[in-house]
Nanobody, 115 residues
Framework: QVHLVESGGGWVQPGGSLRLSCTAS????????LAWYRQAPGNQRELVAA???????NYADSVKGRFTVSRDNAKNTMYLQMHSLKPEDTAVYYC?????????WGQGTQVTVSS
């Protein structure tokens, strides 16, 4: 089990930017593919962006070109840089491994995009 803490969420106007961080306990973090997920009210949790231990990335079509996922294994931290945010990006954002383990879910961080 990995203890995950997400941070960096907040309120932003459409077109704005935010940078999310995910910090994990445990040195084994560096060997796992990781991902950001999000869940909007009334919707299922969805994968937003994933990154392998080697740095290869994959994105949901809805965020391609706007979001960038990265990781710093030395700091046990993963990031999600979000630009050109849209109201439909509003959700609670979570990090986990890819594929995820239910025991890893943290509290998430709320992102709200509105004018």
């Amino acid at each position: 089990q990995v203890h995950l803490v997400e941070s960096g969420g907040g309120w932003v106007q459409p077109g704005g930017s935010l940078r999310l961080s995910c910090t994990a306990s445990g040195s084994i973090w560096s060997i796992y593919p990781l991902a950001w997920y999000r869940q909007a009210p009334g919707n299922q949790r969805e994968l937003v962006a994933a990154i392998t231990d080697g740095g290869s990335t994959n994105y949901a079509d809805s965020v391609k070109g706007r979001f960038t996922v990265s990781r710093d294994n030395a700091k046990n931290t993963m990031y999600l840089q979000m630009h050109s945010l849209k109201p439909e990006d509003t959700a609670v954002y979570y990090c986990n491994t890819d594929p995820y383990f239910d025991s890893n879910w943290g509290q998430g961080t709320q992102v709200t995009v509105s004018s």
